[in-house]
């Protein structure tokens, strides 16, 4: 589940993830093919995480990330 939204989100940003997100929960729009609530939950979790990860790398690349830069040994 949260790899299809990675590389949603990866390739149209994030208004498209989160209105995915929105539109596929929505009755009036989907009818008997809306996602059910648990469906609905992980993908709100999902996008979440990643509009959270993306977040924290525009704070570290802008160097005003309370969290120190990640370097590989």
């Known amino acids: 589940m949260i790899y299809p939204l990675c590389q949603l989100h990866r390739q149209r940003g994030a ?5 995915l997100v ?13 996602n059910r609530r648990a469906t609905t939950l992980a993908a ?5 995480v990643v509009l959270a990860l993306n977040l924290i790398l525009l704070l570290q690349a802008a160097r005003i990330s309370p969290w120190p830069p990640f370097h590989a040994a």
């Open 22 to 34: 929105w539109f596929s929960s929505r009755g009036d729009l989907m009818g008997h093919y809306r």
């Open 15 to 19: 208004a498209t993830t989160i209105t």
């Open 44 to 48: 709100t979790l999902g996008t979440v």
